[in-house]
């Protein structure tokens, strides 16, 4: 019983296994796996394929335009892309779109949970509130912010402007073009509506898995609420934060659809994903769409073996 | 022990009194309250504006400043609805529907299996398997789509929905191995040996002592993956056109103005993101741990 149990350390108690011959072992370990296999090798073959065609590709001259000049062209598809002034721009256009977005609705979302956690009257009211926006498609999303909130003419920020300045009889209201004058971050402010929920969600679930005996006893040893929050709650929410800014991170980096809508990419908004949809979908570049995609995961590689540690050390707490 | 515990938390200052099983402090209670009820309504203000312009007329919609309180009407749903010409919106809803309810159901005869050995018989280094599935998810779409195309392309499967379900069946798979298989570890394991012992067999046990733990975590698993297949435009967009073409994709018709369309855009928005917030209200105790992928409870 121990031996097993020390080969799947954290793993649910196993049931000790007949250890008489190899033979049977092999056939048991065999019908364990059974179940497994279908999952698993779907699994690769669509997922992981296309990876390695994409590798074999990036490193290819091939434009679909262009069908007599397909060859191999070495690194010049890499080189390319990190000289390409509009390549390079759209990596910088990813990264500050994801940190703004994931930093900005991770402290709001902290902010709210922590509203939330206490006891008030409509409570469960305020908590379906501020779960809705996660609940519409991202398409549909980015049109609504796009149409009905940023238009300059009719759109409702403008109108509410309007209607606040009327207030003061002022008919003269200050009426910016939202999305001209500021294409990133109407993005970015979309975006962030749609994900602060999530980081609530997954906060409010940490503020909830909280010792509530031992904050009481620090509440009745008189410590303050800042004391609580800055000794307790913070360093309890830290992996639960951690978790949050990097499944978002992973989230925002492939995020396409509000570029896409509300801006089409253009006024300097194109993100990676955009880019690649262009550079294959529309030019059909496609050695060079490739190597932008290599460089894409190679990008994610790093925040993806950081998400994998954190999810990996809550789930060796949920099965210890 | 449980004196101090009876006694200790209830403050001296409590205002509330016929509220015996509230233990906070109650003071600055009102203003965080109202705070939290700012907030909240602020982040539902867009879904409200956009139901409430979807049943307005079109000049209505189109007012600077909003007028809030115009009369109601079904226009925009009818203009929607093809009565204005343009195309249907019916095909697209049809193709969305099938390629999210059929991924989903592939992905739980995918899962369920997987879970299983990975929960309560399980494979050895089945955590190494379970980081497997998780680190797939991490990779960029994006990066693998050209591919995909291409093969799409050589073998006639562009524009057909079953390339749509594959791919979403893959996509979700990940998240339904690591929720399913939270679920299935909650299965007592001395209950299933005391019933094969007892010589009951397969589907008595199934019936009896795992469905029961394990139906509604399927029924969250299969709302979340639901969710995520609906809501999915990137492929839809570049591997499906008129005749496969999704939800998503026929509400990308509307990223250019029309002239007086926002009342059409808003009930569009709505009617698209109507199952998705269906399902999503279905599932909402649940929701966190579909979208951690099972790594909160």
């Known amino acids: 019983m121990s031996t097993t ?135 549909a999303a980015a049109l609504v912010w796009k149409h009905a909130l940023y238009n300059p003419e009719y759109g409702l920020l403008n109108g509410t402007l309007t209607w606040i300045w009327g207030l003061f009889g002022s008919d003269n209201p200050p009426q910016p073009d939202w999305i001209t004058q500021g294409p990133l971050l109407s993005i970015e402010v979309a975006l962030i509506w749609q994900w602060t929920p999530f980081m609530m969600l997954i906060l409010l679930a940490g503020l909830q898995s909280r010792p509530l005996d031992v904050i009481e006893a620090a509440n009745l040893d008189g410590a303050s609420s800042w004391q609580i929050f800055r000794y307790m709650t913070f360093p309890h929410l830290r992996q639960y934060l951690e978790l949050g800014g990097l499944l978002g991170a992973i989230y925002i980096v492939q995020n396409f659809d509000y570029v896409f809508t509300i801006t089409s990419g253009g006024l300097g908004t194109a993100n990676l994903p955009y880019t690649i949809y262009q550079l294959f979908y529309q030019a059909h570049d496609y050695g060079r769409a490739s190597a932008t995609g290599v460089v894409v995961v190679i990008g994610t590689i790093l925040i993806a073996t950081l998400a994998l540690r954190t999810v990996s050390s809550l789930f060796r707490e949920e099965t210890r | 022990m449980s004196a101090t515990t009876d006694v200790g938390p209830v403050p001296a200052t409590r205002t509330q009194q016929g509220a015996p099983r509230r233990k906070r402090r109650e003071r600055g209670g009102f203003g965080l309250a109202l705070a939290a009820w700012v907030i909240g309504f602020l982040f539902v203000v867009p879904v409200l504006w956009m139901v409430l312009t979807s049943f307005h007329s079109e000049a209505d919609a189109a007012t600077n400043p909003p007028s809030l309180a115009a009369p109601l009407t079904l226009e925009g749903y009818r203009n929607f609805f093809g009565a204005g010409g343009g195309p249907s919106p019916w095909p697209s809803l049809a193709n969305s529907l099938t390629a999210s309810v059929l991924s989903t159901v592939l992905v739980l005869l995918l899962a369920i299996p997987a879970a299983y ?159 998705v917030l269906i399902a999503g209200f279905a599932a909402q105790d649940k929701l966190v741990q579909g979208l951690s992928l099972g790594a909160v409870k």
């Open chain 1, 5 to 139: 149990l020390e080969r799947a350390p954290g793993g649910p108690p196993q049931t000790p296994e007949v250890r008489s011959g190899g033979a049977l072992r092999r056939s048991s370990d065999w019908a364990r796996r059974a179940p497994l296999l279908p999952a698993l090798i779907f699994t690769i073959v669509i997922t992981q394929l296309p990876f390695v065609a994409t590798l074999v590709i990036s490193f290819m001259n091939w434009n679909a335009y262009y069908p007599d000049e397909i060859g191999f062209a070495g690194i010049s598809n890499y080189v390319s892309v990190l000289t390409d002034e509009n390549i390079r721009h759209s990596i910088f256009v990813t990264i500050e779109m994801t940190v703004v977005v994931v930093l900005v609705s991770l402290l709001l979302g902290m902010g709210i949970a922590l509203l939330l956690d206490r006891k008030f009257r409509g409570r469960g009211i305020v908590r379906t509130m501020m779960i809705t926006p996660f609940l519409i498609v991202p398409v």
């Open chain 2, 117 to 275: 050995a990975l929960s309560i018989k399980p494979v050895r280094k089945w955590t190494d398997v379970m980081f497997f599935f998780l680190s797939t998810k991490m990779l960029p779409l994006v990066a693998g789509l050209l591919p995909i195309y291409l093969f799409a392309q050589v073998s006639g499967l562009l524009d057909n929905i079953w390339l749509l379900i594959v791919l979403y069946t893959s996509m979700n798979l990940p998240i339904a191995v690591w929720m399913m298989r939270s679920f299935l570890a909650e299965v007592p394991v001395e209950m299933l040996e005391a019933a094969s012992m007892d010589g009951a067999n397969l589907t008595r046990t199934l019936s009896q002592i795992v469905a029961p733990v394990v139906m509604p975590g399927i029924a969250a698993t299969s709302l979340i993956c639901f969710i995520f297949s609906w809501n999915e435009l990137l492929m839809a967009r570049t591997l499906t056109a008129t005749v496969a073409e999704t939800a998503p994709v026929y509400l990308t018709g509307f990223v250019t103005s029309q002239g007086l369309f926002l009342a059409k855009v808003c009930a569009a928005a709505f009617v698209v993101s109507l199952p």
